[in-house]
C-alpha cells in the first residue's frame, strides 16, 4: 500500500467483502470531506446572517461589530394623550393611578405625571391638561394669567397646616393640643421663641394658606384692620428664613444631629399634616410636635382640574383611578377638615397680603422716629370701631403696637417735635438712639420706647416746627449711616410748618434738605401725613428729595394702617 492511500478496514463478520471498485474508498473520504466543509460554510453564513439580523452576509464577517451596529435604533414617543401636574406631595398618588392605565407592555405611556410647585404652575404659559395642585386657591390665581380649569368633583385629598417644630419647644406655642398664630406672633416679639421659618407664599400652599391665616387671626384680635396688618407684619418681621421649601426645610430638619440646632436654626415652622406624618414615620433624631392654630385653620385640599383641551374621558378616568385607600396610605385625609375656614374667592384677596409678606425685605435697620407733638393732636376723632376718641389717643395705641416690628437687629431713637414758647427747642429727644434691646434709662430700649409712646402727650397751644425737626433729624442720622445698614428717619404729622420760631418756607426746606445729602450716606424720609390737615404736598417733596415715601391717613383713624405702609415701603425690594 502506498503513502497517499487511505487503509481499507476489513469488512464485516458475515458481511461478505466490499462492493466498490478499487478505488472508491478514495472518493468517497474527499466527498465526505467537502460535504462536512460546504455545512460548516454554510452554517457560519447562515448564523452570521442571523446575528446581523439580516438577509445579506457581513461585509467584514471576521471584525467584531461596533457597538452603535448592535444597538437597536429607538423611535421618539409621541406626545402624552394626557399631561398632568400635580403638587410633589400628592406625586406619588397620581403616579401609580396613571400606571394603570398604561398598557402592559407599552414604552409610551399615554399619561405623563410631573410634580411642581403650585405657584410654579399658576404663573407659568405652557398649560397642563390636568392640574392637582395642592390648594383651591390657586385656581383664580391661575385664571387671572389666563389658565381656565374646570373642577371634576370634589378634592381628591386633604391635609390641614400645622404648626410645628422641635419638641423642645413645644410647650412655647402648643397648649391642649392646640396652637394659635397670635401665640406665635407674641411669642417671637416677646423673645420666648427663638426661631421662625416660614415658606415662600408665592410659590409654596403652606406659605399661602399660612400667611392667609396670620392675617385672620390678627383681623379677629381688633376692629381696626390697621393694627391687625401691624400685628402680623410683626410676624414678618421676625422670621427667620422667610422663602424655605418645604421639602427642603424637613430634610434639612431630618438632618440635624439635635434638637438645639434645629430650634434656633429652624424654630416653629408651618406644615401639611401629611408631610408632618411623614416626617415622624422616618423616625428622625429630633422629634416634632405639631397641633393645628385654632384662631386661623386652614386647610390644603387637592382639586382635580381638567383644562379646556384635555381629552375629558381619559382625564376622567385617571380621576376614577386615583383611590381612596392609595390617598390615606399616602398620609392625606380623604374628608375635609372641620373648623377650616373658606378661603376668598378672588385671588387678590390671597395675593396682595402674599405679595406684601414675600416682597418684604430683611434689614439691619437704624430708624429715627420724629413724632408732632403739637397741640392739634388733641383733637377728638371717632375710631373705626366707632368710639369717641383723640388723635394723639390713637397713636398711643397704633404706635405701642407698631414698637413690635421692629426686629433685635435695629438700631432706633425717638423724639418729639412741637414747640410751646417763643424760646423752645424745636424737638426733644425721648428715647437715645442705640441698639434696641440694650439699655436705654435703665430699661432696654423697645420697652423705653413702648413707655414713651404710651406717654405721650402733645403740647396745647404748640406750634409745628415740622421742617426744623427733619432737617436735624435727617443730620443726625446721616452721621450714624454705615456701610450694610438702612438708616431712615419716619416722620408722623397732622399738620403743616408753622407757628413756632422756626418756620421756614417750603422752597427754603427743600433747598436746605437737598443741600445736605450725601449719595454716600443716604437717609431717605418715610413720612405719614395724619389727618385733613396734613401737608401733603410737603411731605411728597421731603419723600421724594430723599428716596423715601410719603403716606396718607386722611382718616386719622386710618394711622396704624398708614404705619404699616410706611413700615412695608422701607422693607420693600424695589
Known amino acids: 500500500m502506498s503513502d497517499n492511500e487511505w487503509p481499507r478496514p476489513a469488512p464485516p463478520p458475515g458481511d461478505g467483502e466490499w462492493g466498490e471498485p478499487p478505488h472508491a474508498p478514495h472518493r468517497i473520504v474527499i466527498s465526505t470531506v467537502l460535504v462536512l466543509v460546504v455545512l460548516l460554510v454554510a452554517g457560519g453564513v447562515t448564523w452570521q446572517l442571523m446575528r446581523n439580523g439580516s438577509s445579506q452576509p457581513a461585509a467584514q464577517a471576521s471584525a467584531p461589530p461596533s457597538p452603535a451596529a448592535t444597538?437597536?435604533?429607538v423611535t421618539p414617543c409621541p406626545d402624552p394623550e394626557l399631561t398632568v401636574v400635580v403638587a410633589p406631595e400628592i406625586e406619588p398618588v397620581v403616579k401609580?393611578?396613571?400606571?394603570?392605565?398604561?398598557?402592559?407592555?407599552?414604552?409610551?405611556?399615554?399619561?405623563?405625571?410631573?410634580?411642581?410647585?403650585p405657584g410654579v404652575t399658576a404663573a407659568a404659559a405652557a398649560r397642563a391638561d390636568v392640574w392637582v395642585p395642592s390648594s383651591s386657591a390657586w385656581l383664580p390665581i391661575a385664571a387671572e394669567?389666563?389658565?381656565?380649569?374646570?373642577?371634576?368633583?370634589?378634592?381628591?385629598?386633604?391635609?390641614?397646616?400645622?404648626?410645628?417644630?422641635?419638641e423642645a419647644v413645644g410647650s412655647l406655642y402648643i397648649e391642649d393640643g392646640k396652637s394659635a398664630w397670635t401665640s406665635l406672633i407674641q411669642g417671637i416679639a416677646?423673645?420666648?421663641?427663638?426661631?421662625?421659618?416660614?415658606?415662600?407664599?408665592?410659590?409654596?400652599?403652606v406659605g399661602l394658606l399660612s400667611v392667609h391665616g396670620v392675617n385672620t387671626a390678627t383681623a379677629r384680635t381688633t376692629p381696626d384692620a390697621g393694627i391687625a396688618q401691624l400685628r402680623a407684619l410683626t410676624l414678618r418681621s421676625r422670621v427667620n428664613v422667610a422663602g424655605a421649601d418645604q421639602a427642603s426645610l424637613l430634610n434639612r430638619m431630618a438632618g440635624q444631629p439635635d434638637s438645639s440646632t434645629a430650634v434656633y436654626e429652624i424654630g416653629i415652622f408651618p406644615v401639611t399634616e401629611q408631610q408632618f406624618r411623614a416626617y415622624e414615620k422616618a423616625n428622625h433624631p429630633v422629634r416634632l410636635v405639631a397641633a393645628p392654630p385654632v384662631d386661623g385653620r386652614v386647610e390644603a385640599d387637592y382639586p382635580y382640574a381638567i383644562s379646556k383641551s384635555a381629552k375629558k374621558d381619559l382625564a376622567e378616568s385617571l380621576r376614577a383611578a386615583i383611590g381612596k385607600s392609595a390617598v390615606t396610605a399616602a398620609g392625606f385625609r380623604t374628608e375635609p377638615t372641620a373648623g377650616a375656614m373658606r378661603l376668598p374667592g378672588r385671588a387678590a384677596q390671597l395675593l396682595a397680603p402674599a405679595r406684601q409678606w414675600s416682597q418684604y425685605q430683611k434689614l439691619e435697620d437704624q430708624v429715627l422716629l420724629l413724632i408732632d407733638s403739637s397741640g392739634s393732636m388733641n383733637e377728638k376723632i371717632t375710631d373705626r370701631g366707632g368710639r369717641?376718641?383723640?388723635?394723639?389717643?390713637?397713636?398711643?395705641?397704633?404706635?405701642?403696637?407698631?414698637?413690635?416690628?421692629?426686629?433685635d437687629d435695629t438700631n432706633i431713637g425717638m423724639w418729639f417735635f412741637g414747640s410751646?414758647?417763643?424760646?423752645?427747642?424745636?424737638?426733644?429727644?425721648?428715647?437715645?438712639?442705640?441698639?434696641?434691646?440694650?439699655?436705654?434709662?435703665?430699661?432696654?430700649?423697645r420697652a423705653a420706647l413702648v413707655d414713651a409712646i404710651k406717654a405721650y402727650k402733645p403740647q396745647?397751644?404748640?406750634?409745628?416746627?415740622?421742617?426744623?425737626?427733619?432737617?436735624?433729624?435727617v443730620s443726625a442720622m446721616r452721621e450714624q449711616a454705615k456701610p450694610g445698614t438702612v438708616t431712615t428717619v419716619v416722620v408722623l404729622t397732622d399738620g403743616a410748618d408753622g407757628g413756632s420760631r422756626f418756620a421756614m418756607s417750603q422752597p427754603e426746606f427743600l433747598k436746605r434738605l437737598a443741600a445736605g445729602q450725601d449719595p454716600q450716606r443716604p437717609v431717605p424720609i418715610f413720612?405719614?401725613?395724619?389727618?385733613?390737615?396734613?401737608?401733603?404736598?410737603?411731605?411728597?417733596?421731603?419723600?421724594?428729595?430723599?428716596?423715601?415715601?410719603?403716606?396718607?391717613?386722611?382718616?386719622?383713624?386710618?394711622?396704624?394702617?398708614a404705619m404699616a405702609q410706611a413700615f412695608l415701603a422701607a422693607h420693600t425690594r424695589s
Do not use: W
Open 527 to 561: 413720612a405719614v401725613g395724619y389727618g385733613p390737615a396734613a401737608n401733603t404736598a410737603a411731605l411728597q417733596g421731603m419723600a421724594k428729595a430723599t428716596g423715601g415715601k410719603a403716606i396718607e391717613a386722611r382718616n386719622p383713624a386710618d394711622l396704624a394702617g
Open 460 to 473: 396745647a397751644g404748640a406750634g409745628t416746627p415740622l421742617y426744623q425737626a427733619v432737617l436735624d433729624g
Open 190 to 205: 416677646g423673645g420666648r421663641i427663638p426661631s421662625v421659618t416660614m415658606p415662600d407664599p408665592l410659590r409654596s400652599t
Open 145 to 166: 394669567n389666563g389658565a381656565a380649569y374646570t373642577v371634576s368633583g370634589k378634592p381628591v385629598a386633604y391635609s390641614p397646616v400645622l404648626l410645628a417644630g422641635p
Open 71 to 73: 444597538q437597536p435604533s
Open 96 to 117: 401609580e393611578a396613571a400606571d394603570t392605565l398604561n398598557p402592559d407592555g407599552q414604552r409610551c405611556a399615554p399619561i405623563t405625571v410631573r410634580a411642581e410647585e
Open 420 to 445: 410751646a414758647g417763643r424760646g423752645g427747642p424745636a424737638h426733644t429727644e425721648q428715647v437715645s438712639f442705640g441698639p434696641i434691646n440694650s439699655d436705654a434709662g435703665g430699661k432696654p430700649r
Open 388 to 407: 369717641s376718641t383723640t388723635k394723639a389717643e390713637l397713636l398711643r395705641q397704633s404706635g405701642a403696637t407698631a414698637a413690635e416690628l421692629f426686629d
